[in-house]
């Protein structure tokens, strides 16, 4: 506790010099006083941070997804002799390997520069990919995959801690809409690079082509990214107690990893509601992508595979424009509020309007005819849209329920929870479609969605960790 104290009181010292050197008096300057020649530098250094963290991003995506594109090739090469079982095998090593990681990162990363860790994991998994191509054995490909799933979730707390520092609160959730659809990007790319060149230069090319891109965009995000915009030579975007001048001279007045973790989200009530909403919104999203095609063949008569995933495909276009449209939206609403009420609470409003659009959605889906070609294309379409903008401010809301320093564990703990989630999306599931039916399935995806606006519905009027320290800091 002494501790504590000592730290918050160079906090408060470090705010009443900034107070004093500013002019008149009114606080620590920031990036919106900006003039001039002073204000374009500092938009062109965000453009090409920005630029870096989406493209970033997006290359994870590939290195993540490139197995995917490439294992039917794999299948196919006598000198392999692998099948689908093999296959199966591999891929679900990842996802236990990368929720996990996905925690761990995040809490390590506070201490860690999000630039270096971002273009570092990027390398890794470049080099993973490539190393990948050179092996004939399962034991080769399944140790590679693991250790490909571990360094993948270096990403995305890395780009939350950063996108977080450059954007202030009013306009967070549009950018972090435009950053979301990294995912759409990295999706849409990843069989174009790995299926086309598996099928054309070999299953091999099928990994290194996906690996040299990474590394090229690794040694680019080195060089373009900066951490932040003090690190950039700027004034912050917006004034926390983490971004006031503090002295550092006595090291252990540092709050450590594991009290980091601990007081600013495991004790947080609120981030245990998110991460709980985040479970089910991803049973949710993992449900409608691993079942939907099942659904319409078995359920719904469908002819054969290629029809029915062509009535699915809309759904990562619909995600594209849903998550883009909440972030605006939710930056709107708290434009419109002009300080009063909570900034995290009108994002979960949002959340919660998507995901009763998500229900209405599901039981469209559940009931249209199997004729209606057109219609479960715009469905599916629609479910994208809705699922995909409360998976994107959810982790938003994570983001800024916290200080700037405990940003990467608190999207490390969502991601994680949320992988739990995805997780229980596979047998569970396919239990109760086995045991009970189609209409079971939907009535437990109708389900998920009830828990999540439960969870949610405390949430409302939730501030930002901004907006409680300006309160703190009028009351003092």
């Given amino acids: ?16 010099r900034a107070m004093a050197s500013s002019p008149e008096g009114k606080g620590p300057k920031l990036c919106s006083d900006l003039k001039g020649s002073e204000k374009k530098r500092f938009r062109n250094t965000r453009f090409v941070v920005f630029l870096g963290i989406l493209i970033g ?19 196919a090469s006598d000198s392999l002799k692998l099948d689908i079982t093999n296959v199966g095998q591999m891929t679900s090593i990842f996802p236990i390997a990368y929720g996990m990681s996905k925690f761990v990162s995040g809490v390590l ?18 080099v993973v990919n490539i190393m990948f191509g050179f092996g004939t054995s399962m034991v080769w490909f399944c140790s590679l995959w693991a250790i490909n799933g571990i360094l993948q979730g270096f990403g995305g707390p890395c780009c939350a801690r950063i996108l977080t520092s450059w954007f202030a609160t009013q306009e967070r959730g549009t950018y972090w809409g435009m950053w979301n659809i990294a995912h759409n990007l990295g999706g849409f790319t990843a069989p174009l690079i790995a299926g086309t060149a ?28 900066k951490d932040s915009p003090e690190s950039a030579g700027f004034p912050p975007v917006e004034v926390t107690k983490d971004s006031e001048p503090e002295e550092t001279d006595d090291s252990a007045d540092e709050i450590s990893l594991w009290d980091n973790l601990v007081q600013n989200v495991l004790t947080n009530p609120y981030i245990w509601g998110m991460a709980l909403s985040y479970f089910f919104i991803y049973v949710l999203r993992q449900g409608v992508t691993s079942w939907s095609v099942f659904f319409l063949m078995k359920a719904k008569g469908v002819s054969d595979v290629a029809a029915a995933s062509y009535r699915v495909s809309g ?4 995600g594209l424009a849903g998550s883009l449209l909440a972030g605006r939206l939710s930056d709107a609403m ?10 995290v609470g009108k994002r979960v409003q949002v959340v919660m309007g998507y995901t009763i659009g998500i229900a209405a959605m599901l ?41 700037p320093a405990s940003v990467g564990a608190s999207e490390g703990f969502l991601g994680w929870v949320a992988y739990l989630g995805a997780a229980n999306a596979g047998v569970p599931l396919s239990i ?10 939907f009535v437990a995806l109708l389900g998920a969605c009830g828990m999540a606006l439960l969870l949610l519905s405390p949430m409302i009027n939730l501030k930002s960790y901004v907006q409680r320290e300006e309160a703190k800091a009028k009351s003092a």
């Fill in 1 to 16: 506790m002494e501790r504590r104290r000592t730290r918050l009181t160079r906090c408060a010292a470090g705010s009443e």
């Fill in 57 to 75: 991003y997006a290359s994870y995506y590939i290195t993540r997804n490139s197995l995917v594109y490439t294992a039917p090739v794999m299948v």
């Fill in 109 to 126: 990363g506070a201490k860690l520069s999000p630039r270096v860790l971002l273009a570092g994991g990027l390398a890794a998994t470049a």
């Fill in 198 to 225: 598996a099928r054309a230069l070999g299953w091999q090319w099928g990994m290194w082509a996906p690996g040299i891109i990474g590394a090229v965009i690794a040694v680019f995000l080195l060089f373009a990214v």
């Fill in 315 to 318: 759904l990562e276009l619909g």
């Fill in 334 to 343: 708290i434009a419109r509020s002009k300080g009063k009420g909570g900034n």
């Fill in 363 to 403: 039981c469209a889906f559940w009931a249209v005819p199997a004729s209606w070609g057109v219609a479960q294309w715009a469905i599916v379409f629609m479910i994208g849209f809705f699922l995909y903008g409360p998976q994107m401010l959810i982790g938003l809301c994570g983001a800024e329920l916290v200080g």
């Fill in 432 to 441: 109760i479609v086995k045991q009970y039916g189609w209409n079971a399935f």
